[in-house]
């Protein structure tokens, strides 16, 4: 599975839109773009994923380049609660097995 | 019902016990997995069960011995553990092993070894 690069921390206002980059330079035509989010203390929690077109769903939005070398995850507007370390994995999709490899994720602070 | 839950929430134990770490999910699905999260780094994958059948097994030492006596129950028996394996230790489930299912992860099972 491909390698992801994500800052290790960024803040955020409350209220305003969170951006966590991810880049994914050696992605393959067949690899999805996961994000999972883990809150302090509790387990690992899947927010969306993607091959190449934006996705949106009630927890987030995913947006892909058209090169699919990069994404975007945006939090439209960010709570104390989404305070979290933020994962974006790359994995093969279809007939691969469904084993996650976290990276190092970014830490994500939110303030009043 | 969309929950993992995993007994018990803490424990602590010498390096001489022997104990077992139990995770259950009720949402049918075929695949469990063990995670290893230590300080501040993210979670490693350990076993994976698919169908009650081990899987995957990412070279974890033998005084880890998983097992999976039904669909819906996971196990983690632990003998003569070492103080570095003192760690989070997250079970997940997901619908299937192959695909792009998502996984879902119980609060994890916080784990002192002295």
């Not at chain 1, 690069?5 to 067949?30: F, K």
């Not at chain 1, 939090?75 to 305070?83: E, G, I």
């Not at chain 2, 009650?52 to 097992?67: G, T």
Request: charged share 20%.
């Amino acid at each position: 599975d491909a390698k992801t690069t994500q800052p290790p921390s960024m803040d955020c206002a409350e209220g305003r839109a969170a951006n966590l980059p991810c880049n994914h330079s050696t992605i393959s035509g067949n690899e999805y773009v996961y994000w999972y989010r883990q809150i302090h203390s509790q387990g690992p929690q899947y927010i969306i994923h993607g091959l190449k077109n934006n996705e949106t769903n009630e927890m987030a939005s995913l947006i892909i380049t058209e090169d699919r070398k990069s994404s975007t995850l945006i939090l439209p507007h960010a709570t104390l609660r989404d305070t979290a370390v933020y994962y974006c994995i790359v994995r093969v999709g279809g007939g691969g097995y469904n084993k996650l490899i976290f990276g190092a994720g970014t830490r994500l602070a939110v303030h009043p | 019902d969309t929950e993992v839950t995993q007994t018990p929430k803490h424990l602590v134990m010498g390096m001489t016990n022997k104990k077992s770490l139990k995770c259950e999910q009720h949402m049918g699905h075929r695949a469990m997995y063990w995670y290893k999260q230590k300080a501040k780094k993210p979670p490693e994958l350990m076993f994976v069960y698919s169908y009650e059948k081990l899987s995957i097994n990412e070279s974890v030492p033998s005084r880890f011995s998983p097992e999976c006596p039904n669909s819906s129950l996971l196990n983690l028996h632990l003998h003569a553990l070492q103080p570095e394996d003192s760690a989070l230790y997250l079970c997940a489930s997901s619908q299937e092993l192959a695909g792009y299912n998502e996984q879902f992860f119980g609060p994890g099972t916080r784990l002192t070894v002295l």
